[in-house]
């Protein structure tokens, strides 16, 4: 094996076979022996006090063990806001809040008693949109907010609906509107969206009379788990055991807590049996969280030259009932507002706001989605105003490595990508300067655009990671990591780094796909791309350590100073002298002298990763260092509007990204592609629907449609550009969720480049395009019915 | 209830079931086969996706006495010597499965569908696959698998990929 062998080739991901084969376990499939089964009851208003619940009949089912509403579990919990009840307590603040469960022997019985538990409630004014919830007489969804144990970096402003307040503020605005020859002025709305991991929120909970509580669920973050409900609960976190076998999928919406809680409490208050909750489709749409909507006013002043001189935004986030971790997203968008650009004006307010609807969560790239949809729109309307080539524009504006500042006033280092050679990989992927293609008919227009964008995990400055690093009887290792594995494959990426640190083949590592909180190397959340990065660090630290372990045994065994010897090829070597060896087999569990005297013993290696960088910010001006790397890319895409319907098609997608080294290519093209596909559907399809009582009116695959085989693109390009950064792993950086961001803005981008039609809202659904096309551009949409009416006579005629 | 008999795998099954009982509970609860799993209970996702007789179907919207003296494949039957079939390696090899919650319906659905059509155009692998969602996206990956065992020409699944 050579130094590089496995590192930066396309290793599949060694879980696969399980998941062809159907043997891959999910917390869905899991099951223990006495397992009752958990059923939620709703309310069926938005915003009401619990006068009363009735539980006589729902008891009086057969097969019923437990009926249990929130005043057996007041707790309160949270991760960064802690302002959610397991159970509604005193009142409920959504139509989907759960106020009782049911635990019975079946499922079927749990379901039928549901319906039985009557509660009286005595309906309280709602509010359904974020910008009135934020008016002096709105109803008022948390009326103890100050009680509540906020995460040190957020700003609740008790007595309003404001979960959070963030404020960045750098140069000054109104001076830069004044250098300003043009002005952007425009309002932008993000619909909510529904994460759809395709395994739903489900956990298996069960209490022991020791006081120990064991967990199995379906989530990215065991040890944030295990975390909020030791605090929440006060329960020393070495009696909660979180395990998480497979998941499937997360997207961010399994990053915090979700039923584990409730569903441990559930197994207490049963006399200690295994209780498992599985959420129903409906319910995970009702009663889980979803991504925030958005309603975003910006205004930006450009030169005649094209320098934005000046940006100012406010991001007004629906945050729902419970703004848990959605008060970090409404933090992330705003303090990525000037994304891949240098503004030197800024002004940002984003605030997260309470409604009564649907609690709201992370989601992939959360924040930086919705802050691009804004700002690289922006700069495409700016470019037409000053008939500007976009990737001029951007040109002019782009962060300059070695010389810029961030948004939030960091020094943007060298090593740490190259947007530049981003802009240009995205341009030729595109052939840019070529000639567009002709649309299939003429009432479509083809069109090309791109964004660029930008992001890094969203974490506190105190996230660490760990990784242990184990050596077996036959020299192959066990690496114990505590990131989660759910499709982006670091385990696989970071094992192959690990065999070319010793030298071995990448098969002699492997990581056991179930994360335990008692057995797992402690990593903080399996979020914002992070687990490549820091846990890879930690990893490579991790080989340091047994490395020198192994070299001051050979050294002792070879009677050779350490410094001279080096571990390559699965073995110890004297340097410049390789035909002086030990295989590491020989010396990993203590070496054996011919007479049987043993030195040495198991070798475990040990690595952590925190980040010394990153800061709080100001809570005046935003500015500090909020991140620990930026990963930066674009997007580009060629699509076909059908002007007559209003439907997008994209036919070439382009992805580009600095991702530092390509540990994994075949890795890194699956989320290349996975993210467009994704990013695309929450662009033209998904919306998450309410009635003017806040129900969720499609919590269904039938209305709430996702893209299928048939929405790919045929065409698409994944590149990668490689500047290394000096304190990733061989220089890596994280991609995950970076893959989304940019795709609704380019595709807008291009229908605006092309008709001058602006597409504000997303999602980009034919109806919402139609719409725009017909109140903005009537003269085009006359034209293309014309051109389409011609045809169909002429195909009539010819009939 | 009422008792029924299922061939599932291969291996000749007898049941008392609920006359409501879906397929997909008969499966999962009463067989404890896992690899068919469920995410929108009503027929949209296709994880449910099995072989009852000579057909594909979702096994949510069938009821358990339906398949009454009928087969029953999942993706444990396809494999009987235990070897990995043609599309599994190919699934493996180019990365066709991330989180893997949808994987074995797409590993069943194309199995079936190359047994029934080894050369599939890329309209009738869509057309095929139409009834089945995967959230991570790795419709790319599934569409390449499909193409090397269609037509037997291996090709490398980071060859797009080219540095830039």
Known sequence: ?799 | MREITVRVNGQERKRLVKDNELLLDFLRERLEVRSVKAACWRGECGLCTVKLGDHLVKSCLVLAVEADGKEVETVEGITPDGELTPIQKAFVSHGAAQCGFCTPAWVLATHELLQANPHPSEAELTEATSGLVCRCGTYNQIREAVEEVSQARPRLAKENLASS
């Open chain 1, 1 to 799: 094996m050579t130094a590089d062998a496995f590192v930066g080739k396309a290793v599949p991901p060694e879980d696969t076979v399980r998941k062809v084969t159907g043997t891959a376990l999910y917390t869905y499939d899991w099951e223990v022996p006495g397992t009752l089964y958990a059923k939620l009851v709703t309310s069926t208003v938005p915003h009401a006090k619990i006068v009363r619940i009735s539980l006589e009949s729902a008891k009086a089912v057969p097969g019923v063990v437990a009926v249990l509403t929130g005043k057996d579990m007041p707790f309160r919990v949270g991760m960064y806001a802690g302002d959610r009840d397991l159970l509604a307590v005193e009142k409920v603040r959504w139509a989907g809040h759960p106020v009782a469960l049911v635990v019975a022997e079946t499922l079927e019985a749990g379901e039928r008693a549901s319906e039985l538990v009557d509660v009286e409630y005595e309906t309280l004014p709602a509010v359904f949109d974020p910008v009135k919830a934020m008016e002096a007489d709105a109803p008022l969804l948390h009326e103890r907010m100050e009680e509540y144990k906020h995460a040190p970096v957020f700003y609740p402003v008790p007595g309003t609906n404001i979960a959070n307040r963030f404020r960045l503020v750098h140069g000054d605005v109104e001076k830069g509107f004044g250098q300003a020859d043009e002005l952007v002025e425009e309002e932008f709305r993000i619909s909510h969206v529904s994460h759809a991991y395709l395994e739903t929120q489900n956990v298996v909970a069960q209490a022991y009379r020791d006081g120990t509580y064991e967990i199995w669920t379906s989530a990215q973050s065991p040890f944030v788990v295990r975390q909020i409900i030791s605090e929440s609960l006060n329960i020393p976190y070495n009696k909660i055991t979180i395990r998480v076998p497979f998941v499937g999928g997360g997207f961010g919406g399994k990053a915090g807590l979700q039923w584990e809680a409730l569903a441990a409490m559930a197994s207490k208050a049963v006399g200690y049996r295994p209780v498992k909750l599985v959420l129903s489709r409906k319910e995970n749409f009702s009663s889980g969280a979803s991504r925030e909507g958005v309603v975003a006013n910006v205004k930006a002043g450009f030169t005649k030259d094209g320098k934005c001189v000046a940006y100012k935004v406010r991001f007004v986030l629906d945050a729902g009932a419970y703004a848990d971790y959605t008060v970090n997203v409404s933090r992330a968008m705003g303090y990525s507002a000037e994304g891949v650009y240098e503004v030197p004006n800024v002004q940002c307010e984003s605030l997260a706001v309470y409604t009564n609807k649907v609690p709201t969560t992370a989601m992939r790239g959360f924040g930086y989605s919705e802050s691009n949809w804004v700002l690289e729109q922006v700069f495409e309307r700016a470019a037409k105003k000053l008939g500007m080539d976009s990737a001029k524009i951007r040109r002019v504006n782009l962060l300059r490595p070695g010389e810029s500042h961030t948004a939030t006033g960091e020094k943007v280092r060298e090593d740490v990508g190259d947007p530049r050679k981003v802009l240009q990989t995205v341009l030729e992927g595109i052939d840019w300067d070529g000639k567009v293609e002709r649309p299939s008919e003429p009432w479509k227009v083809r069109a090309r655009g791109f964004a660029l964008c930008v992001k890094g995990p969203s974490q506190p400055p105190n996230a660490s990671s760990s990784a242990i690093l184990k050596f077996n009887e036959d020299s192959t290792i066990d690496l114990v990591l505590g990131t989660g594995n759910f499709g982006q494959g670091t385990a696989t990426a970071i094992s192959q780094m690990v065999a070319d640190q010793f030298g071995v083949a990448v098969e002699k590592v492997r990581v056991d796909p179930v994360r335990d909180t008692g057995k797992s190397a402690y990593t903080w959340q399996t979020v914002g791309s992070r687990g490549l990065f820091t846990d890879g660090v930690a990893t490579l630290r991790a080989c340091e350590d047994a490395k020198g372990q192994i070299l001051d045994l050979a050294s002792q065994v070879m009677r050779l100073p350490k410094s001279e010897l080096e571990v390559a090829e699965g073995a110890v070597k004297a340097k410049g002298r390789p035909w002086l060896s030990i295989p590491l087999r020989e010396l990993v569990f203590g070496y054996v002298y011919p007479n049987g005297n043993t030195v040495g013993g198991p070798v475990i290696g040990r690595g952590q990763y925190t980040s010394s960088l990153n800061t709080y910010l100001d809570p005046q001006t935003g500015q500090g260092v909020p991140t620990i790397f930026h990963t930066f890319g674009g997007t580009a895409v060629d699509i076909e509007l059908d002007l007559v319907t209003g439907a997008i098609e994209v036919k070439k997608a382009v992805q580009v990204f600095d991702v530092g080294k390509a540990i994994n290519p075949l890795l890194l093209k699956m989320q290349l592609d996975g993210g467009f596909i994704m990013g695309m559907s929450i662009a033209l399809f998904e919306k998450i629907k309410f009635d003017e009582q806040g129900w969720v009116m499609n919590p269904n695959f039938t209305s709430y449609y996702l893209a299928r085989m048939k929405d790919v693109p045929k065409d698409f390009v994944a590149r990668y550009v490689e500047t290394p950064q000096f304190d990733g792993p061989l220089g890596a950086r994280g991609i995950g969720e970076l893959s989304m961001i940019s795709v609704a803005s380019a595709i807008s981008n291009a229908v605006f480049r092309s008709t001058g039609v602006k597409l504000n809202n997303l999602p980009m659904s034919p109806e919402e395009v139609w719409a725009a096309i017909s109140s903005q551009k009537p003269e085009l949409l006359a034209k293309a019915m014309e051109s389409y009416g011609r045809v169909e006579t002429a195909v009539k005629a010819r009939q």
